[in-house]
Nanobody
Framework: QVQLVESGGGLVQPGGSLRLSCAAS????????MGWYRQAPGKRRELVAT???????NYADSVKGRFTISRDNAKNTVYLQMNSLKPEDTAVYYC?????????????WGQGTQVTVSS
């Protein structure tokens, strides 16, 4: 089992910045990719950004150039630096980890952290 704990959400004005953190604990061996997803009220959960153990990243078009995902493998933590925030970025942000163990793929989710962009 892998436990994920997110932190860093909050209320920020348009144009502001926030940094989200997601710390993994438990059986963290063979965690391959980690990422951030978000879900706004009345909408489906969507991918924001992902990063592999090797550092390969992928971003949603809506956040490219504004958000940066990074990973500290020694601390088992993934970060999401969010700049130039817009009201449409308002959502609950979830951390996800994908583990490949003995040929099986496991997915784990954090509890989510609220990000609100409003003046």
């Amino acid at each position: 089992q892998v436990q994920l704990v997110e932190s860093g959400g909050g209320l920020v004005q348009p144009g502001g910045s926030l940094r989200l953190s997601c710390a993994a604990s438990g059986t963290i061996l063979s965690i391959n990719a980690m990422g951030w997803y978000r879900q706004a009220p009345g909408k489906r959960r969507e991918l924001v950004a992902t990063i592999t153990t090797g550092g390969n990243t992928n971003y949603a078009d809506s956040v490219k150039g504004r958000f940066t995902i990074s990973r500290d493998n020694a601390k088992n933590t993934v970060y999401l630096q969010m700049n130039s925030l817009k009201p449409e970025d308002t959502a609950v942000y979830y951390c996800k980890a994908v583990q490949i163990l003995r040929g099986n793929i496991y997915e784990y989710w954090g509890q989510g952290t609220q990000v609100t962009v409003s003046s």
